[in-house]
Every structure is written in C-alpha cells, then in structure tokens.
C-alpha cells in the first residue's frame, strides 16, 4: 500500500519531467531555425569570410574541392549578381586552382603602391572629381579595361551603370610611356592621381604574342616544330640567322609621340612600368591579378586612399573587360592565372635566364612577382 503510494505521488513528476524536456528541445529547435535564418540573412547583406552551408557540405562530400572554399566564394559573390546558380558556381569546382597555389603566386593580400601619397592628395584636391580623382593607366595587355570598370562599378560617385562616358584613363593616354609625356602635363592636372595596373611579365608577354596592337618584332618562329613565343634570345642556329646574329629578339614600339626600340619584350616591361615605379609624380601601382583574387580589399584600399565611398556589396566584373583582344571571364580568369602551370609556355630555357636579368628586379620584388624556377637546360626546349 505505502509502495503504491509512491509510485502515484512520483508518477506526476516524472510526467512533468518529461513534459519539460520536450518543450525544451522545441525551444532550441526554434531558436536554431531563427539562428540559420539570421545567419543566411547576413550572408545575403554582406559577404563572409566562411562558405556559405550547401558549399561546406558539398566540399566535405568530394575531394576535388580541398582547399577551394575562398575562391568558390568569390565565384558565389560574383555570380549571384549574374543570377547564377548554385550548381554552376559548384561546377567550377573541380578546375579551379587551390587557395595555396594562388598565395604562392601573388600573396594572401592586394600590392599596392604609393598609398603614401594619399593624404596629400586628398589634402590638396578640392575638386569633387569622378573616381575620386583616380585615373587608369597601364600597358597593352595589362588589365587597363578591367580596372577601369571595376572602378566605375565600384566607386560611388562613378557612372553606376557602368558606362564609360566618365573620364577614367589618364590625360595623357593610358598607353602612352610615361617618358613620352610633357612635365607641363602633371602640373596641369594636379586633381590627378593615375593607378597605373601591372600584369605577371611571364603571361604579359604571352598575351603580346597573341595581341601584339602597336608592337612588332621577329615573331612566328617554330623550334622543333613549336612556336616559340614569347621569344627573348635565339635558341638556335636557323634563329640565331634568321635575327642576322643579334643576341635578343629587339621590338618596336609604335607611338604618335616617339616611336622606341627596346631589347626584348622583357626588356620593354621593366622600362613602361619602371618609369612609373621610379617616377616622382604621385601615382599608384596595382597588379591586375588582385582584381581577380583580391577585388574588394583593393578596391576598398583605393577608395581610402581618394575619400570615395566604395560601394556595397561589392560588385564583380564576371564578363571580359574588352571587346577586342582577348580577354576572358571571371571563372576563367581564375583557373588561369591561379596556377602556376602555363606561366612560361612558348619560352625556352634560354629564354628564361635571360628573363632573370632582362625583368626588373626593382619591379618583380616590389609588386612579389616569382622568377622562374627551372634550371638551365644544355638543350633549349619550348616549355609548355
């Protein structure tokens, strides 16, 4: 009779128990249904340093995707404002390059030079001008376009549509080498702050070879039945004849101010872009690969550096910059230049020892370019 008793007096409790722990497991199952909306909400306001959910699960299920989850986001930004789907975004996966490779190359953050002469530019420029006062340079084949429209997308007090009818080049053509402009033109143009955008000299002189615009040299040469370009230095006999026994392959430049002669196309990259490096006028030098892998922290930098608002979210270039060329989309872009394999295609090993002496090596320290790493064949073969 008492054991009775106390099983009905503890029966009540125990139901209560019981009933407590179910409406605790709906609260927090509540609680984690608004934390995943909150979460995914944010995602949408503004980009994440984490991969959103449906990527982690999907990296974690294949092993092609180790080590891709920063450059799938940037694909996930970029292509949202493409209506992209998640599917095609994940598609790339596979051929993208890993996020190891692309430090190797460039480094986990954007180059910028000159950013000291951004408070006094700033200080002394009243003028509210387009851009901020930024204005592009840089030579054929360097990203000129690319930077261009990624400026005026980004800037707030850009042409929003994108449209370029705003001035965005330098006055003095974004083309033009630097030591064919007049002092006079600096002076009169001191609300002026050229970006001036350079480009891995190894695939800069590869996209020479297939666009060459207003250069010329001794091209369409073959050894072993493969083209050889980019050709710096003959690598063999026939060469060495059809070059008449000079020891680089010189080149041309056509310009309306003053036409040069330079030693090779190695040769010509360390002059354009040392002028500006060297110069005593204020300028900035930017590296096109950062406007793949790095846009919005360099372009957040730039917009510091002229006191204009940048824009957000941020907004990606995901077609090519140019409509003559060659130039390509984002995706492509990235699987690329992400890798280091392809960097020295068309070039023999000759080619690349006298590249190591030929590039500045002022420039390729300051903007954290890699020289080759092959050694010196006794047999020149065209690298692929």
């Given amino acids: 009779m008492n054991t ?20 605790f ?26 991969v959103v959910p449906v990527f982690r699960q999907r990296i974690n299920d294949t092993g092609d995707c180790t080590d891709k989850e920063l450059l799938l986001q940037i694909l996930a930004d970029a292509l949202k404002n493409a209506s992209a789907t998640e599917d095609q975004t994940y598609g790339n996966c596979s051929a993208l390059p890993a996020w190891q490779e692309v430090i190797k190359l460039y480094g986990s953050k954007p180059v910028i030079l000159g950013l000291e002469h951004c408070a006094a530019f700033r200080n002394n420029v009243t003028l509210q001008d387009p851009l901020g006062g930024l204005r592009v340079a840089g030579f054929y ?23 370029q009818e705003l001035p965005t080049v330098v006055p003095w053509s974004k083309h033009r080498p630097l030591w064919t402009a007049k002092e006079s033109y600096f002076l009169e143009h001191r609300h002026v702050l050229p970006v001036v955008v350079v480009r891995d000299p190894y695939r800069w002189m590869q996209s020479m070879c297939k666009t060459r615009y207003d250069l010329f040299w001794q091209r369409n ?20 004849n059809f070059n008449q026994n000079r020891s680089t392959f010189a080149v041309w430049l056509r310009n309306p101010i003053q036409n040069s002669t330079h030693d090779s196309l190695a040769a010509l990259w360390s002059r354009w872009n040392g002028a500006y490096l060297n110069t005593s006028i204020p300028r900035l030098i930017v590296r096109m690969e950062d406007l793949i892998f790095h846009g919005p922290e360099m372009v957040q930098k730039l917009s510091e550096c002229v006191g204009v608002d940048r824009t957000d979210p941020y907004v990606f270039l995901t077609e090519a ?25 068309g070039m023999t090993t000759l080619d690349l020892a006298y590249a190591r002496h030929a590039l500045s090596g002022d420039l390729m320290q300051a903007l954290r370019y890699e020289y080759d790493d092959f050694s010196l064949d006794a047999s020149p073969r065209i690298l692929w």
């Fill in 4 to 23: 009775n008793s106390q099983r009905s007096k503890q029966s009540p409790i125990s139901f209560r128990f019981l009933i407590l722990i179910v409406v």
């Fill in 25 to 50: 497991d709906i609260t927090c199952f509540i609680l984690a249904v608004r934390g995943l909306h909150k979460m995914e909400g944010s995602y949408n306001d503004s980009r994440k340093a984490h």
């Fill in 141 to 163: 084949n360097s990203g000129t376009n690319a930077l261009e429209q990624t400026l005026l997308r980004n800037l707030n007090n850009a042409d929003t549509d994108g449209r």
């Fill in 321 to 345: 910059a140019k409509s003559h060329g060659r130039s390509a989309d984002l995706a492509t872009a990235m699987i690329k230049y992400g890798r280091r394999d392809g960097r020295y295609a």
């Fill in 221 to 240: 040469l073959r050894l072993n039945g493969i083209e050889h370009c980019p050709n710096l230095v003959p690598s063999s006999q026939d060469e060495q």
